[in-house]
């Protein structure tokens, strides 16, 4: 990755020049699935704006090394494969307790799936195997939309792979969700994060919310 475009970009500047460059990336064919509202049964399968957001992130700021919390059907995970200049010299691995994601995930060979709990030491253990205990350049979190579990999510991975983005979905959700960014920013300067909607409404057009932060320490 290019860190001297992290290391001398302000928070507004990285969300503006991700979404920009995400208008140029072409998600056809990638949508979220079995939706989590309304009947939980119908399929949406149109890219969701914030799916471009993430692959221009990815882009823009070279990114080769990601993990993502919470797969679901793999929208996400294949939109910030498509993020890639290189896909077979970068490396992607998505963690989620269920296998939906498999029939959707079955034409990326370059994606690995783990299965299991993000939280628990065994699933942390082989994501951090995956990446060889090495640092890697942006987490992910999309899972259980609660603080203390979100905020796991954060605190672990954080530690053990030293990211220089994250990226938190729902971040106002619900109250939990809207504490547990409350202590995301608390544990950063000022200014190193954001809801992204601040910067580009269409990011994330209704109420959840797209939190971005950057690990300064870690450039």
Known sequence: MDRSKLASSDIKSIVSTGWEEGQRIDLSGIGYG????GNKRDIDDDPHPYYHFLAGLVRANELTRILEIGTHWGGATRSMWKGFSEPTKCKI???????????RLRDFPDICKIVGDANTEKTMVAIADEF?????DLIYIDALHLAMSTFLNYAIYVTVLRPKLIVF?????N????T???????SLPEGDSIN????????RAKQPG???AVCRANL
């Open 175 to 178: 109250e939990s969700m809207m």
């Open 34 to 37: 079995r939706i989590h509202w």
């Open 93 to 103: 691995v998505t963690v989620d307790i269920t296998n939906e994601s498999d029939h």
């Open 169 to 173: 979905d729902d971040i106002t959700l």
């Open 180 to 186: 547990m960014w409350q202590w995301v920013q608390r």
């Open 132 to 136: 060889d205990w090495k640092p890697i």
């Open 210 to 212: 797209f939190g971005v």
């Open 196 to 203: 992204a909607v601040y910067v580009e409404p269409k990011i």
